[in-house]
């Protein structure tokens, strides 16, 4: 941001600002400002594009440009660094995926609209008089050097650009060729045109602003002479460098208070949605000082709460938010739909984007390290809450599109069951879940088949494989019985690999109990006799000769945890999970034959 009539300010001719010049700048710039939204009015210059077209979404980059987000080394001045890449984040959505037909203006101020609180933005910083003064939506400014720069590279015209009046510390871009281009609403402004279509495209790593122009035209057909028009063409070379009003040692100028708490440089927060053990004993050991946002524990919502649970305050020494109104609201609709199978699925999904939602209106600028529990990655990417921030994930799923894929192939070996088709997310929502991964910083999970997925979304992320813990439980000691006692640590359900279990035990004398609940198919176990149904009710594990669960999808093996800690033998597939755990047998999902055999031999071990 600049200030209304641009004026070169020297380091000899600095000077403290005076209340005076104040009152004069707010006067002048109001005044410019109601004319050209009068002009605007009556003979608009531009128009807003909508994002979200596709047309150039595969065009090659003609140029990208690279800026990065946390450069000022002062402590003090930290607060509004952090304001400045909120404003970014906020910004970016109106920018990226727009795509401007030939011989049309892109204007900035057209295409962002007024910048107010209600719409995210928060105090930034910005340059005026020789200064670095905290201002609403402040900062904006890096955003439209970058796009200048690019439009530069790659051959488009600059219908209009201003230059600033003095350039922050440690904000020099290193590219000789860097473009430096101020914007004040709405009057000094940014406007960009070609003569071909071209994409903008625009993202903010944890680290850094990327901005990048898609075109089918080659360049050397499109670059044209670079105009510039209401700008400053005395700049000097090295502009001076300007004043911090956070640090500045300047105490006789009546802007020198403290008009923001200057908090800790970076603060870390934990946005959670269920409890397990291995996140929960991974919070307290690494970030044990970690804000925590977490949903209320309402039985409503079907909430397992263990006797130690992560939802105690005791348990973390940062401070606990929880929205009250979107865990109630996600716990009524999840009620309500707790008993329709093909609304089940989506009425989680809509739970956890308003979690997300809740979460994200309460994040501060100054929470640059984010640990987010995977269920909630794609809906705070789809709303901007993940750029420019580090992001350590705790993956407790496969990814969306794993899941899909592999329910698709299961529903090709049995298309008759209607079970195997009833996750399906929007093509736009997986999309977003594979962005964020891909985004990620750290990787957390204990499951063996979630980091072997996520090594391929992931790719720039490290890594940490968590063990899984056991739970506290007497060891069970039953005496051999014939015919031996099975355990379906699941609900009859397909994808838990309840058709795989009934073709494996066919012929083979045995007894079966299903923890959850019965099939709607009434053939399912049709040959195997007897069959209890437990409903996850009493001793579940008494006289267990084996426990098995051959899923197809298996995120949270608890049960198999529970029979490893008493002592029982398991049998599972390796999409549960737990390779290298004692005890635990392991075979390939859908593998029948390979499942009789390891059943048998669990039982006469």
Request: a positive charge.
């Amino acid at each position: 941001m600049a200030q209304a009539r641009p004026r070169r300010v020297s380091v000899q001719a600095w000077q403290p600002p005076r209340r005076i010049d104040a009152i004069d700048f707010w006067l002048r710039s109001r005044l410019l400002a109601t004319a050209h939204a009068l002009r605007e009015t009556l003979r608009p210059s531009a128009r807003r594009w909508p994002r979200g077209q596709h047309a150039l979404a595969d065009a090659p980059v003609l140029a990208q440009h690279r800026t990065p987000l946390w450069t000022d080394g002062r402590a003090g001045e930290f607060p509004l660094v952090a304001g400045k890449v909120q404003n970014l984040r906020v910004a970016r959505s109106a920018f990226d995926a727009i795509e401007v037909p030939a011989g049309e203006v892109l204007s900035f101020w057209r295409q962002l609209g007024r910048p107010g609180p209600g719409r995210g933005f928060v105090v930034g910083r910005e340059v005026r008089g020789g200064c670095v003064v905290p201002t609403l939506a402040g900062g904006l400014c890096q955003l439209s050097n970058a796009l200048a720069t690019v439009a530069v590279r790659a051959g488009l015209e600059l219908v209009e650009r201003h230059g600033h009046t003095a350039r922050i510390e440690q904000a020099v871009m290193p590219d000789s060729d860097a473009i430096d281009a101020t914007v004040f609403w709405n009057y000094v402004d940014l406007k960009l045109r070609a003569r071909h279509a071209w994409r903008l495209e625009v993202m903010l790593t944890d680290t850094e602003l990327v901005v990048r122009i898609r075109a089918r035209t080659p360049l050397a057909v499109s670059i044209e002479p670079v105009t510039l028009r209401r700008t400053n063409d005395d700049a000097p070379t090295v502009l001076p460098l300007a004043r911090g009003c956070l640090s500045c040692d300047q105490t006789t100028c009546f802007r020198h208070r403290s008009l923001i708490d200057v908090g800790p440089e970076g603060g870390t927060v934990a946005l959670v949605d269920g409890w397990t053990p291995e996140f929960a004993r991974y919070l307290r050991g690494v970030h044990p000082q970690a804000q925590r946002m977490q949903p209320v524990p309402l039985r409503l919502a079907f909430w397992r709460v263990p006797a130690a649970g992560w939802h105690r305050e005791s348990e973390t020494k940062g401070q606990v938010t929880t929205p009250w109104a979107a865990s109630l609201r996600r716990a009524a609709w999840q009620r309500l739909w707790a008993r329709h199978a093909g609304q089940r699925q989506a009425s989680l999904i809509d739970g956890q984007r308003w979690l997300a939602q809740a979460f994200a209106a309460r994040l501060a600028p100054s929470h640059t390290h984010l640990v987010v529990e995977q269920s909630l990655l794609p809906h705070l990417q789809r709303l901007g809450a993940l750029d420019g921030r580090r992001i350590t994930l705790l993956a407790s799923a496969l990814p969306m599109a794993d899941i899909e894929q592999t329910l698709d192939a299961a529903s090709q070996r049995w298309p008759g069951d209607a079970t195997l088709r009833d996750f399906r997310a929007e093509a736009s929502l997986v999309r977003d879940e594979a962005l964020a991964l891909a985004c990620a910083a750290i990787v957390v999970t204990p499951h063996a088949a979630v980091a072997q997925a996520m090594a391929q979304y992931a790719l720039q992320a490290t890594l940490q494989r968590l063990e899984w813990a056991l739970p506290q439980v007497k060891a069970t000691h039953s005496a051999r019985q014939e015919p031996p006692l099975v355990v379906f640590a699941a609900s009859a359900l397909a994808r838990k690999g309840a058709r795989e279990l009934a073709a494996a035990l066919q012929g083979w004398p045995c007894r079966l109990r299903v923890l959850g609940s019965p099939s709607d198919d009434v053939q399912l176990w049709q040959g195997i006799q007897p069959i209890q149904h437990a409903n996850w009710q009493g001793d579940w594990l008494a006289d267990a000769s084996v426990v098995v669960l051959p899923a197809h999808v298996e995120h949270a093996p608890r049960a198999l945890l529970r029979a490893v800690a008493a002592g029982v033998p398991v049998v599972a597939s390796t999409a549960c999970g737990l390779a290298g755990v004692p005890g635990v047998h392991e075979v390939a999902p859908g593998d029948i034959g390979a499942l009789r055999i390891a059943l048998q031999a669990a039982c006469v071990a």
